[in-house]
């Protein structure tokens, strides 16, 4: 058997085991597709009023506010979903299993492989239910094609794979799955300080650059740029830039942990 036919089978070997993992698991599942939809629901009929205040001049009305919300939960839902995956990495790790791999006959990178595989599609699970909740709250795309759609759908798994690399290795490098799941926490607080529920240019003056150049913005108003027809601009090159970065940044990373020979 060739080697890349070979990393192949052991991938898909770990990915079967870490769904079989979220099916053991129901109550971290369902939290984790469940949370963003609670933000979703709380932002638009709790907080709407007060937050669409800050859209445009005169403010805007609560259709408005939800077509400017949902790409960015979209995101965010990204953020909120990975950190499951640096719990589910560092629990491998401390419980022993990943030792016992490490004597075994198997591709050395197929057990991070099937983490990232699995949790892009946990991610993007999670980002169909957010949308579709969206929609039913009345969410519309205005004038998209197929192929904005298209490239909408790819930001999203570009997304998720990079934030998916970056999870890996705060669970690698995460002493328990506590300090693990502490460690994925900016992963949550980016979104809040990004363009996702109010506009940058609405925020103070200081505070702006911060909002403006943080992973999350740029991708943020790229997809609002391809769903609703909005100006894109600068974004769809910087959202690339730092996914491209951070998808790098993660992989590099990650694999440097978990190579490293245990102590």
């Given at each position: 058997?060739?080697?890349?036919?070979?990393?192949?089978?052991?991938?898909?070997t770990m990915l079967r085991r870490n769904l079989l993992h979220a099916r053991r698991y129901p109550s971290l599942t369902l939290n984790l597709l469940l949370t963003p939809v609670m933000l979703l629901l709380l932002f638009v009929y709790v907080f709407g009023d007060v937050m669409s205040a800050g859209i445009g001049e005169g403010g805007a009305d609560r259709s408005d506010y939800i077509a400017y919300l949902v790409p960015g939960l979209l995101l965010m839902t990204i953020g909120s979903t990975t950190i499951g995956t640096a719990v589910s990495v560092s629990m491998?790790?401390?419980?022993?299993?990943v030792a016992r791999f490490r004597t075994m006959a198997i591709h050395r990178g197929s057990v991070l492989v099937g983490h990232v595989v699995g949790s892009v599609a946990q991610c993007l699970m999670s980002v169909v239910l957010v949308g579709a909740v969206g929609a039913a709250i009345g969410f519309r795309s205005v004038g998209a094609t197929a192929l904005e759609w298209l490239a909408a759908f790819g930001l999203l798994v570009l997304f998720t794979l990079a934030l998916t690399w970056i999870a890996v290795g705060m669970g690698l490098v995460g002493p328990n799955p506590e300090a693990a799941s502490n460690n994925a926490v900016p992963l949550i607080f980016l979104p809040l300080i990004s363009s996702a529920f109010v506009p940058v240019d609405s925020m103070p003056?200081?505070?702006?650059?911060?909002?403006e150049y943080q992973p999350f913005t740029p991708a943020i108003e790229t997809l609002r740029g391809l769903l609703l027809g909005t100006g894109i601009g600068h974004n769809g090159w910087l959202a690339v830039v730092w996914c491209l970065g951070l998808a790098m940044l993660g992989y590099f990373w990650s694999t440097s942990l978990f190579n490293r020979d245990p102590k």
């Open positions: 058997m060739s080697s890349p036919t070979f990393a192949l089978r052991d991938s898909a491998d790790m401390t419980e022993g299993i003056g200081w505070f702006q650059p911060i909002a």
